[in-house]
């Protein structure tokens, strides 16, 4: 065993503090971007203010400073608990609710150009959408809420679910695994105080599950006809049909090359179907899904 020796050796004295350290680093990466997409990032920049302040009266052995700063240090812990209960909260659901080893939820080519096909169609109609993409975060919970459809991605089906005053119509669709998961499902609400105030209850639900989960959500507005899209606690209002792909493309990590526009005939040619049909199924049971009623 004595040839064991040498790597032992060069273990303990290379590769151990290389592998100490990065590991350390990766942790504290990945714990600043979950910090970052809420707003306990404040939080970061509140105990790195008082570390500088705490290594300066190290410095200059100011004694009394210091005293008062280990005096206060268990009541700031309990004090920043109980203030920022909130972002810690989503943070630690967020660590609950994803999945290292997840099956792909990436949609193909097409059924990305279906959905944002579906998306100019509704915007012209002024009609409402919300659609939620998940990447890595398990959202059963508000899959297992809504109806399940398990349906094949089609503009012309995204459409009649949203076109339409049916109980589907006024909460969220999920795409997940290539396919329409479920429609009708209630979204949690943003607890952001500085959203815009022209935002109706879908673009806050829509801010509130990108708090919640690393979920991308696709936005319409019944109001202006505006294209947007939420992740990572952050909305992007009022995009073009090409910036909507793209982002879409990019934060669903799809293996596309180039890009492709969405057909304005295929466009026309299901705002026509649409039209034509029944008026009978705006009045099918005029309501919302669970009492929830999203921006009109």
């Known amino acids: 065993m004595d040839w064991l020796s040498p790597l032992i050796g060069v273990y303990s004295k290379f590769i151990s503090p290389i592998l100490d350290i990065a590991i350390l680093a990766f942790l504290i990466y990945k714990g600043y971007q979950l910090l970052a997409k809420t707003q306990a ?16 009266a190290y410095i200059f052995n100011l004694t009394t400073l210091i005293w008062i700063l280990k005096f206060l240090t268990p009541g700031l812990f309990i004090a920043i608990a109980l203030i920022f209960q909130p972002e810690l909260r989503k943070i630690i659901i967020k660590l609950g609710l994803t999945e290292i080893f997840s099956p792909s939820n990436k949609p193909r080519t097409g059924q990305l150009e279906a959905v944002v096909t579906a998306a100019e169609i509704l915007s012209e109609l002024r009609r409402g959408m919300l659609i939620v993409f998940p990447r890595r975060s398990n959202i059963n919970r508000i899959i297992e809420g809504g109806t399940r459809i398990n349906g094949e991605i089609s503009s012309t089906l995204i459409v009649t679910v949203f076109q339409f005053d049916g109980p589907l119509h006024d909460a969220a669709m999920v795409i997940r695994n290539g396919k329409i998961a479920a429609a009708g499902c209630v979204l949690p609400l943003s607890e952001q105080q500085e959203i815009r105030k022209s935002f109706g209850t879908r673009h806050r639900a829509a801010l509130g599950m990108s708090e919640e989960s690393d979920a991308v959500i696709l936005i319409v507005s019944e109001e202006t006809g505006a294209i947007s899209i939420a992740f990572d606690s952050q909305i992007y209002y009022d995009l073009s049909s090409n910036e909507i792909l793209q982002k879409l493309r990019s934060l669903l990590d799809s293996s596309i090359m180039g890009e492709s526009k969405t057909k304005k005939e295929e466009v026309a040619e299901v ?16 309501g919302s899904s669970e009492g929830t009623a999203l921006e009109r």
């Open 271 to 286: 705002i026509e179907d649409t039209e034509e049909a029944p008026e009978a199924a705006t009045e099918s049971d005029g």
């Open 41 to 56: 990032v404040q939080l970061i920049k509140g105990a790195g203010f008082l570390a500088l302040i705490y290594g300066f």
